[in-house]
């Protein structure tokens, strides 16, 4: 197992992202903070692996605080339109915050998106992005990455969402049609040309979806 994360922390290394890894979830937001600037304006996307970590309520602290400007998706009254306009903002964030749905071991990021919002802003937005994910996202190339996202990551997540989607009645996606599908944006990051810029935290847990 150390020798599985070792590589895979070396193969993001070579494509240009930070890699690093702690052991615990009790770990994660003391490192992510190291990477956040005082003031910040910070934002994330939907994520059982935030919440698990304990970032989520973390984050919500230091903006209660004033130490940070967040951008929260979750805040309890926001009207579609908020949200929207929450969204649209994240773009312009100096940190995002999300998981990935799989993690490759020759240094892929592997995200399945409904809306886009959150593969977008992995993509180009903010000045930085930090992806935490468990051990458990790590696959061995592409192709297990993609079978991981049909057979875990689509089908748990949209039964979490409480969609009335196939994938929710068979464990495994079905390519379905389904108005409540929230597969709908397929994207792999691979060598970035901003060094840096992803910053990836491993946890030695299992963790999310």
Same mark, same amino acid.
């Given at each position: 197992?150390?020798?599985? @994360?070792? !590589?895979?922390?070396?193969?993001?290394?070579?494509?240009?992202?930070?890699?690093?890894?702690?052991?615990?979830?009790?770990?994660?937001?003391?490192?992510?903070?190291?990477?956040?600037?005082?003031?910040?304006?910070?934002?994330?996307?939907?994520?059982?692996?935030?919440? $698990?970590?304990?970032?989520?309520?973390?984050?919500?602290?230091?903006?209660? !605080?004033?130490?940070?400007?967040?951008?929260?998706?979750?805040?309890?009254?926001?009207?579609?339109?908020?949200?929207?306009?929450?969204?649209?903002?994240?773009?312009?964030?100096?940190?995002?915050?999300?998981?990935?749905?799989?993690?490759?071991?020759?240094?892929?990021?592997?995200?399945?998106?409904?809306?886009?919002?959150?593969?977008?802003?992995?993509?180009? *937005?903010?000045?930085?992005? @930090?992806?935490?994910? *468990?051990?458990?996202?790590?696959?061995?190339?592409?192709?297990?990455?993609?079978?991981?996202?049909?057979?875990?990551?689509?089908? $748990?997540?949209?039964?979490?969402?409480?969609?009335?989607?196939?994938?929710?009645?068979?464990?495994?996606?079905?390519?379905?049609?389904?108005?409540?599908?929230?597969?709908?944006?397929?994207?792999?990051?691979?060598? !970035?040309?901003?060094?840096?810029? @992803?910053?990836?935290?491993?946890?030695?847990?299992?963790?999310?979806?």
């Amino acid at each position: 197992m150390e020798e599985y @994360i070792s !590589q895979t922390l070396e193969a993001l290394r070579r494509h240009r992202m930070t890699a690093e890894y702690v052991q615990s979830r009790w770990d994660v937001l003391p490192k992510i903070l190291e990477w956040i600037p005082q003031g910040a304006a910070v934002a994330f996307g939907g994520s059982v692996t935030l919440e $698990q970590t304990g970032v989520i309520n973390g984050l919500r602290q230091m903006g209660a !605080q004033g130490d940070l400007e967040v951008l929260d998706r979750f805040a309890p009254g926001l009207t579609p339109d908020e949200l929207k306009d929450l969204f649209r903002r994240a773009f312009t964030s100096d940190v995002f915050l999300t998981s990935s749905n799989a993690i490759t071991q020759d240094g892929y990021l592997y995200n399945v998106d409904g809306r886009g919002n959150r593969v977008a802003a992995m993509i180009y *937005g903010p000045e930085s992005v @930090i992806v935490v994910a *468990g051990i458990n996202k790590i696959c061995k190339d592409l192709e297990a990455a993609i079978r991981r996202n049909q057979t875990v990551s689509a089908p $748990q997540n949209a039964k979490r969402l409480n969609k009335n989607t196939p994938c929710v009645k068979t464990g495994e996606c079905m390519h379905c049609l389904s108005k409540d599908r929230i597969c709908a944006s397929f994207v792999a990051l691979g060598p !970035q040309m901003v060094p840096d810029r @992803i910053k990836v935290l491993l946890v030695g847990e299992s963790l999310g979806y």
